[in-house]
């Protein structure tokens, strides 16, 4: 990761780390405290106070993707700077993509425990993308190769931003404001869910380009 890049994510975690303890001051001086002390989320009812909170937290989940998607990027280019061909891998890897079904387990671990760690698993639908890269196994990775990698990542990264701010848009106009329970759910399902598609976007595109279809 070369040191711009690194820079970049330390102003924005600074910056993400000032907008937490702002909105935590704000909370305590200005709204009692909500969300910030222990809640009784049974009888919580949205109030219009609590955005800032509400933001700050989708905003440090943003960052927690960015920061995650930054250095995976980061391990891909050093991956292909080391070798001049794809790495080999079966496309029955792609198989994996499965276990993101894994993910509707949380509506039963839910209803019957409260547990929400499930929701988790739709990230495992990016597994998918693996299929393509078995398809693009040990080819040389010249510069036509690389051009299209970074063409299909940045789609793939502008499309899990674009519904990252849907879901960011959907929160802030009170989707779920009377039952914060199910605005953690549909928060978690929808950033895992993300993930997952971003991921397999990156490898089919990839794929896409380098048959030559548009």
């Known amino acids: 990761m070369s040191k711009s890049n690194i820079r970049k994510l330390l102003v924005l975690g600074v910056v993400c780390l000032v907008i937490v303890l702002g909105s935590t001051w704000y909370a305590n001086k200005y709204n009692e405290g909500r969300l910030v002390t222990p809640t009784d989320f049974s009888n919580y009812r949205f109030q219009f106070n609590d955005l800032p909170m509400m933001i700050a937290l989708l905003l440090v989940i943003a960052y927690v993707v960015y920061f995650v998607f930054s250095v995976v990027q980061a391990g891909v280019r050093k ?57 693009m196994s040990h080819i040389r990775m010249d510069e036509r190769f690389i051009e299209n990698a970074q063409q299909a990542q940045i789609i793939a990264y502008k499309t899990g931003l674009l519904l990252m701010f849907l879901v960011a848009s959907l929160m802030g106009m009170g989707l779920f404001a009377h039952n914060l329970e199910w605005a953690v759910i549909f928060l978690l399902s929808s950033i895992s869910l993300i993930w997952g598609i971003a991921t397999f976007l990156s490898s089919y595109l990839l794929y896409r380009y380098d048959q030559g279809e548009e």
Do not use: H, V
């Not at 387990?105 to 698993?121: A, E, H, N, R």
């Open 79 to 135: 991956e292909g700077l080391a070798s001049p061909y794809a790495r080999t891998i079966s496309p029955k890897l792609g198989l994996l993509g499965f276990m993101g079904f894994l993910g509707l387990l949380g509506f039963w671990t839910y209803k019957t425990d409260k547990l929400i760690f499930p929701f988790i698993f739709f990230n495992f639908f990016g597994f998918f993308g693996l299929y393509f890269q078995g398809k």
